[in-house]
């Protein structure tokens, strides 16, 4: 306890010295002591000693070691154990210094006793025992720390021996280094050059379908984009190829309804045709028109072609007209018909452009430039000058002094063939036998000589089924007819019957098809098949039957082709 108490009251006294001397006493020389006390000690100095020595044992000694320079305290063998003028005790050399060596910290903040403190285990360097600046073998982490591994967002880095955790680009999640990312943020993509960014480079696309631990990766574009939203969707090409806008990729060239916009290395794009087109070569550059559309001289798809051109509904495309064709179209037998005509020419009724018409025809509606039209003359006329003017007859017509032709009527007796159109000449035939008036060969109309008219021919006497109409003078030889029994009389005759005037119902009936006569049945040359007809038709007459049944005129019928067919037979 004496030591103890000793100890505390030198500590005492160097404060109060160093109080009232503004500096540490521990200095060379007469310095350190007041003048007052050396005087006192003046016996001293004849032994060769100028300065004096507190130790830690609080006993001053002379002939003892000096304490080091800015050592407020030392040892018997002069190490010091207190530094003052602001100096760092070094535990490692017990020398006072400007700063803590290697492993140590400083401590204290006053101009004496200031220490040097061990730094945590395995620091290096550090500023206090929980903030290490260098670690000697392991990382050392942002908050201070010695770790084996750095944590997330850092990368292990080694310069000189020292390791350190230096963080990840912002953009990274973990990271091996600065330059090479491993896993980027949410948001970010990973590059094939191992950076991350919000934005993939031309050529990549964002996909954030890739395996979890590497994140959202900027993946390839196929080789004919320069950029893409993904593998099958392109928004740019390249390699001279061009963006379809129906499914989004680069191809060579452009489906139909589209065409090539550019020709650069990059960029090109197929971009999309008029409505009415169905290619084009650009936006007002039709080759081929859709349905009802037709392909204008201008590169234009169009339901009408423009005056000087015709439809052509095969090829989809307006040709021109034939020349001297001011208007066209298409025809049924021909390519091409002329509606109307240029260059003063005039539309033939071929649909042709001609300077003048051909006989026949005449010339209307010429007006300048834009040419008439050739009309066909009156059938009458061969040729004429206008609708009302002929100036050359058909056949069997002659030319009227009010220029139209009248026709040349033939005598009575013949008729005419002929004459009416450009084929044939007209010329007057002599009628048939018998015939007084007709209109052909075939067709007499009134008969002479008292013959009968019947189906366009003279008869001697009307056929069966028929009866003479006499005209009203017996002695009349020409216009008698034949007028029709009624449908169930064999023969019949009506001497009141007389042409012009209504038929005579009060008929003379001599047969009729019921009852035919004995001769005609019992021939031996008819057929079985005929005396069978023959016999069911005298049953059904013999039932008196007020109708007349289909199988009754069937029976007829069949009964009269037998008797002609036996009376041919017999005339051979």
């Not at 290619?279 to 201008?298: A, E, H, I, M, V």
């Not at 005419?416 to 036998?433: F, H, N, S, T, Y």
Request: neutral net charge; charged residues 20%; hydrophobic residues 25%.
């Amino acid at each position: 306890m004496a030591s103890q108490r000793k100890l505390l009251l030198a500590l005492f006294t160097l404060s109060l010295l160093r109080s009232a001397c503004g500096k540490s006493f521990m200095t060379t020389g007469g310095d350190r002591v007041h003048k007052d006390g050396l005087a006192k000690a003046g016996s001293m100095r004849g032994q060769g000693r100028s300065d004096l020595f507190i130790f830690a044992d609080g006993q001053r000694h002379y002939d003892d070691p000096v304490c080091p320079s800015d050592c407020l305290k030392c040892s018997i063998r002069g190490e010091c154990l207190h530094c003052t003028n602001s100096k760092y005790l070094d535990p490692v050399k017990s020398s006072c210094e400007d700063m803590c060596p290697d492993g140590y910290f400083p401590g204290g903040t006053g101009i004496s006793n200031r220490t040097c403190t061990p730094c945590s285990d395995d620091c290096a360097v550090c500023l206090s025992r929980e903030e290490c600046v260098q670690c000697a073998s392991k990382y050392l982490t942002p908050t201070g720390s010695c770790e084996s591994s750095c944590p997330a967002g850092h990368y292990n880095y080694n310069k000189n021996g020292a390791g350190t955790c230096k963080p990840c680009p912002a953009t990274c999640q973990t990271c091996s280094d600065w330059n090479t990312c491993d896993v980027c943020v949410p948001g970010a993509y990973l590059s094939p050059n191992r950076s991350c960014s919000v934005v993939c480079d031309d050529g990549y696309y964002k996909n954030d379908s890739a395996k979890p631990e590497t994140g959202g990766v900027c993946a390839k574009c196929d080789d004919s984009c320069s950029k893409c939203i993904s593998r099958d969707v392109c928004s740019e090409c390249q390699k001279k190829m061009y963006l379809s806008q129906l499914d989004n990729m680069c191809g060579p060239s452009c489906a139909d309804g589209f065409y090539k916009q550019g020709t650069a290395e990059i960029g090109n794009t197929c971009e999309e045709c008029p409505d009415s087109c169905s290619r084009c070569t650009s936006s007002t550059q039709c080759s081929r028109c859709k349905d009802g559309y037709f392909l204008t001289p201008n590169a234009t798809c169009a339901p009408f072609c423009p005056e000087g051109y015709y439809a052509n509904s095969t090829l989809k495309r307006c040709q021109s007209c034939p020349k001297s064709c001011g208007t066209c179209t298409a025809g049924l037998v021909s390519p091409v018909v002329c509606l109307e005509c240029s260059d003063y020419k005039y539309l033939s009724h071929r649909g042709e452009c001609v300077s003048t018409c051909q006989e026949g025809y005449y010339a209307e509606g010429y007006s300048g430039p834009f040419g008439g039209q050739c009309i066909l003359c009156d059938p009458a006329c061969t040729a004429c000058n206008s609708r009302t003017e002929c100036t050359k007859c058909q056949m069997l017509h002659y030319l009227a002094p009010d220029s139209s032709c009248k026709k040349l009527e033939c005598p009575r007796g013949l008729y005419e063939r002929g004459g009416i159109d450009l084929k044939e000449p007209g010329v007057c035939l002599e009628c048939a036998d018998n015939c007084a008036e007709c209109e052909s060969l075939e067709a007499c109309t009134v008969c002479k000589n008292n013959y009968y008219l019947h189906q366009g021919r003279c008869l001697e006497s009307c056929p069966t089924r028929f009866f003479g109409v006499e005209v009203q003078k017996s002695s009349n030889p020409e216009g008698r007819t034949c007028r029709s029994c009624r449908f169930h009389d064999y023969e019949c005759s009506s001497p009141n019957a007389l042409v012009e005037k209504d038929p005579d119902n009060a008929l003379t009936i001599i047969s009729t098809s019921c009852l035919p006569s004995k001769r005609v049945l019992s021939r031996g040359h008819l057929s079985q098949a005929r005396r069978g007809a023959g016999d069911r038709a005298r049953q059904l007459c013999g039932r008196k039957l007020l109708g007349v049944s289909a199988e009754l005129l069937e029976l007829q019928l069949t009964h009269q082709v037998y008797s002609l067919q036996e009376q041919q037979i017999s005339h051979t």
